[in-house]
């Protein structure tokens, strides 16, 4: 069955500024995503495209809350409707009438499998993040020091071993980092230390 969404426009322009508040988002979460993991990593790649907005393209935190909105709703709909993963969580955005820069960035969260491309910053980093937060908390789980002393080099030897996470998709990170035009190792020091904080009070 096509994931496609059979579109490459989301939401209305009218709605533009107009996101939840974090309770309603927790809130939200609560209600559709059952698996600890799952609401991990939707929370991890939130912070880290929170940290991206305001320390790398100096937004304000209004804005930034809005990359952290996408960030964490990106797989809202994927532990109950897989098969509609995507298509339930951009429409039930564009029903609440949700900023289309936010709806458009889940949206091309995996332009192989929903046919949007990353087009805007948002977009792009949204793509680039999720599969990189990913493959980076799995080796954290693999290491008896977790995050600590976690290095560019150790990821990046973890990611030429094809049999580690082998569902992360290594050719996603590339193709992400060549949207982005950001080096790999960049990001890879970008994620580390930021995920390494967040994770920690998390628990
Ligand atoms: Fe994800």
């Known amino acids: 069955m ?14 533009q500024g107009n996101v939840l508040s974090r309770a309603a988002v927790m809130q939200w979460i609560t209600d559709w995503v059952i698996n600890p993991r799952l609401q991990l990593h939707m929370f991890q790649v939130g912070e880290l495209m929170r940290c991206w907005a305001s320390e790398k393209l100096n937004l304000s935190e209004a ?33 609440k009438q949700i900023d289309p820069e936010i709806i458009r960035a889940i949206a091309s969260h995996g332009h192989v499998h929903f046919g949007v491309e990353p087009e805007t910053a948002m977009d792009k980093m949204l793509y680039a993040f999720d599969e990189l937060s990913g493959f980076v908390h799995a080796y954290s789980l693999m290491r008896p020091g977790g995050y600590a002393d976690m290095d560019v080099k150790g990821v990046k030897k973890r990611l030429k071993d094809k049999a ?10 590339r193709d ?26 998390q628990s």
């Not at 096509?2 to 709605?15: K, P, Q, V, W």
């Not at 990359?67 to 564009?94: F, N, T, Y």
């Open 164 to 173: 580690f996470a082998a569902g992360v998709s290594r050719e996603d990170i």
């Open 63 to 95: 804005d930034a809350w809005k990359w952290e909105m996408a960030g964490i709703l990106h797989d809202a709909d994927w532990d109950q409707w897989p098969d509609s993963h995507c298509r339930k969580i951009v429409e039930a955005l564009e029903e």
């Open 2 to 15: 096509s994931m496609h969404l059979g579109r490459t426009t989301f939401g209305d322009i009218a709605n």
């Open 176 to 201: 992400a980092c060549e949207r982005a035009q950001i080096e790999l190792d960049e990001l890879i020091q970008f994620i580390i230390p930021r995920q390494a904080a967040f994770t920690a009070n």
